[in-house]
Nanobody
């Protein structure tokens, strides 16, 4: 069972900042595009940001300019720096590792960490 271990969620006021971390097994981390997704109550899980092994990033429009995804290959850890948080960012945030091998995609997920932004 592959484990992605998230940390860093919590309660913050609007306008504040949080940093999420996700540690993955090295064997998975080094061949994966890593990402963060979120799911708010009553809504579908949605992409927040992804980062490839080469450092290329992709962001949801709603978080561009406020969130920054990064990865530390030496620590097999991916981060999500969240600034200027809004109540609409409240959700459970999930770390994701996606491998693509010979055209087959496999997804690995963390257990989720709650982020709550108060107004």
């Amino acid at each position: 069972q592959v484990q992605l271990v998230e940390s860093g969620g919590g309660l913050v006021q609007a306008g504040g900042s949080l940093r999420l971390s996700c540690a993955a097994p090295r064997s998975l981390f080094m061949i994966s595009t890593m990402g963060w997704y979120r799911q708010a109550p009553g809504k579908q899980r949605e992409l927040v940001a992804t980062i490839t092994g080469g450092g290329s990033t992709n962001y949801a429009e709603s978080v561009k300019g406020r969130f920054t995804i990064s990865r530390d290959n030496a620590k097999s850890t991916v981060y999500l720096q969240m600034n200027s948080l809004k109540p609409g960012d409240t959700a459970v945030y999930y770390c994701n590792g996606r491998t693509t091998i010979f055209g087959r995609e496999d997804d690995y997920w963390g257990q989720g960490t709650q982020v709550t932004v108060s107004s």
